[in-house]
């Protein structure tokens, strides 16, 4: 084709060639030279490019112009003496061929708006082969879909050099229907064992576009609700998996136990546990399999052995799964950072729930609680106004603890038995010990802190302080809050005042420096 210049002539020269094709097959090998187009480095000449293969394939599927069934190699067609028809089907098949990979490869255009485009196209083509099969079905009524086409959509989006966080933002629109959210899953998983299989070190970029992607697929609660199909079927059968709320349970877990089994950076690790209590087990066919990368989580340490607490909750008191030592690593996520990082909230809520059963033995509830009264010494006042209450929720709960507080026949200690080292609970001694922290952050510089510590002064009341409202509560609130209080109109003070810049003659102020 010749070279016209100007987006407006080459438009038309496009749209005429287009026009030949269809009107004519005598003009079939005007295609190259709108195939030819998609390799120019202009983004509007590819952009008008594609819209004419996608006006051109659109209507040749529709027609069933496209040979059906195992496409066999061009040469071989063309040279042999099969009907002219058969050869044209053929060879337009392979057009078309040509231009799916030349879209898919526009999936990583520098250009947003090609990348939107190809994405667009190759959808429309997964709509339209869907409804015009290019393959054979192996018996009556089996179910057919456009796997691999589709499947180089999913490779596509899974760049191991660009992070496609914003092309996958568009795609996540066909996760809706119910067949591509099933084919994706599959596809995904697929592609994500191959790159790990090919690559010894896979990119962090990669991890994320497969985070990003996995995360954006959500299951029905219902099978009832499987009925959204992005291809249209005069009926839907029960022989396929695609209709069946279990297999897409199955495909699920495998797309995220294949995802969660590699090496993945710490980022990864926390943007999964993050969502893993509520769009990731419920979906599950199998939770319990989630249980080694929870506890490989939880082994960590830090914030990410906070966060994995949640999955393993619901595993321990849903799925009755045991956890060996799981009090004792609880026990030794409590240091001074647990006051300060993000998650503190989550944390303590669970940790409220695990040690709300009255079956706890003695020792370790006071162990905890002997805990968290040391680390209250350091800590911040908007963690005090939770934490003290928490340590006087668990001696209500559990009054064999209440000789931390109120020991009738005990002796006088010279030294706190206490052992803040250790990391067994059992071993610390904490039963023989005694919260005089309590006692000492009782003249604490914040009124309400010491308020809060007061509490153990008296005998404690039998229903349970509520801690719900103070496990977010910021030094800001504290702030604004302490700012509403009113104080009293007139308050006495003890001061003499002042005379003169320098105060009064006998002042040592005034006996050195003079005003002049």
């Keep these: 084709m010749e070279r016209v210049r100007g987006p407006r002539s080459a438009r038309r020269a496009l749209g005429r060639l287009l026009e030949a094709v269809l009107a004519s097959r005598a003009e079939a090998n005007a295609v190259f030279d709108i195939l030819a187009v998609l390799q120019s480095e202009d983004p509007e000449e590819i952009q008008d490019a594609v819209r004419a293969c996608s006006r051109l394939f659109g209507a040749l599927l529709e027609r069933g112009e496209?040979?059906?069934?195992?496409?066999?190699?061009?040469?071989?067609?063309?040279?042999?003496?099969?009907?002219?028809?058969?050869k044209y089907k053929v060879w337009m098949r392979h057009r078309y061929q040509s231009c799916c990979n030349r879209l898919a490869e526009l999936l990583a255009h520098p250009s947003f708006q090609v990348k939107e485009l190809a994405l667009s196209t190759l959808m429309k083509f997964v709509q339209l082969e869907g409804a015009h099969p290019l393959e054979k079905p192996k018996w009556e009524g089996s179910y057919l879909f456009p796997r691999q086409l589709f499947k180089a959509v999913v490779d596509g989006l899974l760049s191991l050099e660009e992070d496609c966080a914003l092309l996958l933002s568009q795609?996540?629109?066909?996760?809706?229907?119910?067949?591509?959210?099933?084919?994706?899953?599959?596809?995904?998983?697929?592609?994500?064992a191959r790159v790990a299989n090919?690559?010894?070190?896979?990119?962090?970029?990669?991890?994320?576009?497969?985070?990003?992607?996995?995360?954006?697929?959500?299951?029905?609660?219902?099978?009832?609700?499987?009925?959204?199909?992005?291809?249209?079927?005069?009926?839907?059968?029960?022989?396929?998996?695609?209709?069946?709320?279990?297999?897409?349970?199955?495909a699920f877990q495998l797309m995220w136990l294949g995802f969660l089994k590699h090496k993945l950076p710490l980022s990864l690790y926390k943007k999964v546990l993050v969502i893993m209590h509520e769009s990731i087990l419920p979906h599950l066919a199998q939770p319990s399999l989630m249980i080694d990368f929870l506890t490989r989580a939880y082994d960590i340490g830090g914030a990410i052995s906070l966060l994995a607490l949640n999955g393993l909750f619901i595993l321990i008191h849903e799925h009755n799964l045991e956890y060996p030592d799981f009090y004792r690593k609880l026990y030794g996520l409590l240091d001074p950072s647990v006051f300060h990082v993000k998650y503190r909230a989550r944390f303590f809520h669970l940790a409220d729930l695990f040690l709300s059963s009255s079956h706890l033995p003695a020792y370790l509830v006071a162990a905890f609680a002997k805990r968290l009264a040391r680390l209250a010494l350091t800590a911040p006042p908007e963690a005090l106004l939770m934490v003290l209450p928490f340590i006087c929720n668990l001696l209500r709960r559990h009054p064999a603890c209440r000789v931390l507080v109120h020991r009738p026949r005990g002796s006088e200690l010279d030294a706190d038995p206490y052992d803040p080292d250790e990391e067994d609970p059992a071993q610390s001694?904490?039963?023989?010990?005694?919260?005089?922290?309590?006692?000492?952050l009782q003249r604490h510089y914040h009124p309400e802190v010491s308020k809060a510590a007061s509490v153990i002064?008296?005998?404690?009341?039998?229903?349970?302080?509520?801690?719900?409202?103070?496990?977010?509560?910021?030094?800001?609130?504290?702030?604004?809050?302490?700012?509403?209080?009113?104080?009293?109109?007139?308050?006495?003070?003890?001061?003499?005042?002042?005379?003169?810049?320098?105060?009064?003659?006998?002042?040592?102020?005034?006996?050195?420096?003079?005003?002049?």
């Excluded at 795609?171 to 994500?192: I, P």
């Excluded at 001694?429 to 000492?440: C, F, I, V």
């Excluded at 039998?462 to 104080?487: C, H, M, N, Q, Y």
Aim: contains cysteine.
């Design 429 to 440: 001694r904490a039963l023989e010990s005694s919260l005089w922290e309590l006692q000492a």
């Design 171 to 192: 795609f996540c629109q066909y996760l809706e229907h119910d067949d591509v959210r099933y084919h994706t899953m599959q596809a995904a998983a697929d592609t994500v």
């Design 66 to 86: 496209l040979f059906v069934g195992q496409l066999p190699p061009e040469e071989t067609v063309m040279a042999g003496s099969q009907g002219a028809t058969r």
């Design 198 to 250: 090919a690559h010894p070190e896979v990119p962090l970029t990669f991890w994320n576009n497969v985070f990003t992607l996995l995360s954006a697929v959500s299951l029905p609660r219902q099978e009832s609700d499987i009925a959204n199909f992005y291809v249209q079927r005069t009926e839907l059968s029960d022989k396929w998996k695609v209709t069946h709320l279990k297999e897409h349970r199955k």
């Design 457 to 516: 002064n008296q005998a404690l009341s039998v229903p349970e302080a509520s801690i719900a409202p103070l496990l977010e509560l910021t030094a800001f609130e504290i702030f604004e809050r302490d700012l509403k209080k009113k104080g009293p109109e007139a308050v006495p003070l003890e001061f003499i005042p002042a005379q003169g810049l320098l105060g009064r003659r006998d002042d040592l102020c005034a006996q050195h420096f003079t005003l002049s």
